[in-house]
């Protein structure tokens, strides 16, 4: 059986500080059979200088004005040709530079592939774990409770990926997972880290309406009172946490 190409799909604008250590995380991976897509949302402050510094080892490089992240990703989705495809935004990294040869390796050629995410910080430092773990088994079921599965850390067939639901400005990846998991028949955790996540990003700097966003994702997905009922829940377990560890981590 030929080896998947996995299409990894990176969105940036203005963020020259971190941008190449996306690059770097995914243009040195052992696997090579990797389909790389860089959409940049026409940045000003040289961010595309960056990219262009690697474009002979990137597959694809739009750099034009988008309405948005999700217009950007939904841009990103099209172009991508890949058997799999993978969401990897500016400043967050692949666990390691055997990251993918593991997620070919151990996924099996399930529907989609998961795995666990560290969270870093501004200067690179590795800072812990996000509050939730990924679960054994996934489904459109799993993220009732929250998104338990980083984004960053799900590889998703390109064949059941539709595109971004721009209703959405900040929470529409939840809306795209679950839509696709629906789709999956075979899932399958690794059980190792194969993401590092870049925290503060846009959906906790307007976090409000990142939550308002997602409650009415799950109450569409999963019903109104199971929905409230599952709120419920997820604010009990935040109170726990925050009993516990005393902060919160996404």
């Given at each position: 059986m030929s080896l998947p190409n996995i299409s990894i799909i990176t969105v940036v604008?203005?963020?020259?500080?971190?941008?190449?250590?996306?690059?770097?995380?995914?243009?040195?991976?052992t696997y090579k059979n990797i389909e790389y897509i860089v959409v940049d949302g026409a940045s000003t402050d040289g961010?595309?200088?960056?990219?262009?510094?690697?474009?002979?080892?990137?597959?694809k490089i739009i750099s034009e004005k988008d309405k948005g992240i999700y217009d950007a990703m939904n841009k990103g989705l099209q172009a991508a040709t890949g058997d799999y495809v993978l969401f990897l935004n500016s400043g967050d990294e692949l666990f390691d530079l055997?990251?993918?040869?593991?997620?070919?390796?151990?996924?099996?050629?399930?529907?989609?592939?998961?795995?666990?995410?560290?969270?870093?910080?501004e200067q690179r430092h590795i800072v812990g774990n996000r509050r939730h773990t990924a679960p054994e088994r996934f489904d459109w079921k799993s993220f009732r409770y929250g998104m338990n599965v980083c984004h960053q850390a799900i590889y998703v067939k390109r064949i059941i990926a539709e595109p971004y639901d721009q209703q959405y400005q900040l929470s529409a990846d939840i809306d795209w997972i679950i839509?696709?998991?629906?789709?999956?028949?075979?899932?399958?955790?690794?059980?190792?880290?194969?993401?590092?996540?870049?925290?503060?990003?846009?959906?906790?700097?307007?976090?409000?309406?990142?939550?308002?966003?997602?409650?009415?994702?799950?109450?569409?997905?999963?019903?109104?009172?199971?929905?409230?009922?599952?709120?419920?829940?997820?604010?009990?377990?935040?109170?726990?946490?925050?009993?516990?560890?005393?902060?919160?981590?996404?």
């Open positions: 604008y203005n963020n020259v500080r971190d941008i190449e250590y996306t690059l770097k995380s995914v243009l040195d991976q961010t595309i200088d960056i990219i262009k510094a690697y474009e002979d080892r990137i597959s055997n990251t993918i040869q593991q997620i070919v390796e151990k996924g099996n050629n399930a529907d989609i592939i998961y795995g666990e995410t560290k969270l870093v910080d839509r696709a998991a629906k789709k999956a028949k075979i899932t399958v955790n690794i059980h190792q880290y194969v993401a590092k996540y870049l925290v503060g990003g846009m959906s906790q700097k307007r976090h409000q309406q990142s939550l308002r966003e997602r409650y009415e994702i799950l109450k569409k997905h999963y019903g109104t009172i199971p929905n409230v009922i599952n709120h419920c829940i997820i604010a009990f377990r935040l109170l726990k946490h925050r009993i516990i560890h005393g902060k919160t981590r996404e």
